[in-house]
């Protein structure tokens, strides 16, 4: 196991387990049968974000009378995933009275040497950096049991030094996420000046006239198995259902491919301007290649569409439209076949504004692709930033 030596420490440093410094409880078992009691809502793993609640999706159980002290939550309780992203950990706030915690939930209360912030910043420094997975139960499936919780051991500096740290990075925090929120901003906006351009879900359809997409499409065709064999830790892109995200390519986790000079890899080879579309599991995800893109192949769950005579751009915005999202979904007959084939892709029916505007369109999505790839750099920079401070500021050098 990874510790510091307490000789490394800054004077008045120490390394301490947590279950020497706070209390902690795992939440109450689900069980519909046996749970009896008044009904309250709960927090589930889902809920708990790094340093964020989210109340958006509350369920509830039973708890007795005798159960809810052991499973309430008081202002400043530190709540912490057992599994899941196991050690992923926020700090409750009572927006919502009598809310309670289930079984994949520890509720830990700190002592008066500890700060909640500081707990949480260490715990995210760990999970990061793996260390945290030194503590974690499982060979597949990672759990963080009472037990393990228990011993995690970190260094604790004294307490004016934890407030420090810890508004050291909040400041640092909250730099990223406005940037967070300026992207996520952005995110939405081509899908806002698709509406603005060429209407709203309910009269796209009747704005401009249609036709089947089977018609524009140069070349269709879908990933082969067996690509397993020729992945790389470097070579060429390899694209799978994770990198298209909605009406976007995300190159932020990929895997590589060195594959042989065949016909079958000739023909899952993307090229500059093909639409990609998910069609198995998360079905209906769309993104356009880049002319960025040298030499790339797709998976087995991802459609290749080459088209003349509808741009690109614009059909992956429609396709990832509401009007879109309905006419894929109606198609997956989940129960008599998972997905997307051929013939359903080719029977799409397509809006068809003017070339002249749906060039506009491209133009004004382009402008908004510059200010993410700006904005994703001051992030990229940012987070350097933040992991530089976060190992600094535990080693005692901040």
Request: glycine share 8%; charged share 25%.
């Amino acid at each position: 196991m990874r510790t510091q030596h307490t000789e490394s420490l800054p004077l008045g440093w120490r390394i301490v387990r947590l279950g020497e410094v706070a209390e902690h409880c795992l939440g109450k078992m689900l069980d519909a049968k046996k749970n009896k009691g008044t009904p309250f809502p709960y927090l589930r793993n889902p809920n708990v974000r790094w340093f964020k609640i989210d109340l958006s999706d509350l369920k509830e159980m039973p708890f007795e009378e005798h159960e809810l002290d052991r499973y309430g939550l008081l202002d400043g309780d530190v709540v912490i995933c057992e599994g899941g992203e196991a050690g992923r950990a926020a700090i409750w706030s009572s927006i919502i009275p009598n809310v309670k915690f289930q079984k994949a939930i520890h509720r830990v209360r700190v002592g008066p040497g500890l700060l909640n912030r500081y707990l949480v910043y260490k715990l995210m420094a760990d999970h990061q950096s793996g260390r945290l997975m030194d503590y974690f139960t499982g060979a597949t499936i990672k759990h963080l049991t009472g037990q393990d919780l228990d011993r995690y051991e970190f260094p604790l500096p004294p307490l004016p030094e934890q407030h420090r740290i810890a508004d050291v990075l909040d400041r640092a925090e909250a730099l990223r996420a406005k940037r967070r929120a300026a992207l996520a901003e952005l995110d939405g906006l081509a899908q806002s000046i698709f509406i603005e351009m060429f209407g709203p879900p309910t009269r796209i359809m009747s704005n401009w006239p249609t036709q089947s997409l089977g018609r524009f499409l140069k070349f269709l065709t879908s990933g082969s198995r067996g690509w397993a064999e020729y992945y790389s830790e470097m070579g060429d892109l390899f694209l799978r259902i994770q990198n298209v995200k909605r009406d976007e390519l995300s190159l932020t986790e990929v895997a590589y491919v060195k594959p042989p000079d065949t016909a079958e890899a000739n023909r899952t080879k993307v090229n500059s301007g093909d639409v990609l579309l998910s069609i198995t599991a998360d079905i209906g995800r769309t993104a356009v290649v880049p002319d960025t893109i040298e030499k790339a192949f797709i998976s087995q769950h991802l459609a290749l569409l080459r088209t003349g005579g509808i741009s690109p751009r614009f059909l992956s915005a429609y396709l990832s439209s509401e009007s879109g999202q309905e006419q894929i979904f109606k198609r997956n007959k989940q129960g008599v076949k998972a997905g997307l084939n051929f013939d359903d892709i080719r029977s799409f029916i397509v809006p068809l504004p003017p070339d002249t505007l749906q060039q506009e369109f491209v133009r004004r999505v382009a402008v908004v692709e510059k200010l993410k790839a700006v904005q994703r750099a001051s992030l990229a920079e940012l987070d350097a930033l933040f992991a530089s401070l976060q190992d600094r500021a535990f080693r005692g050098a901040l």
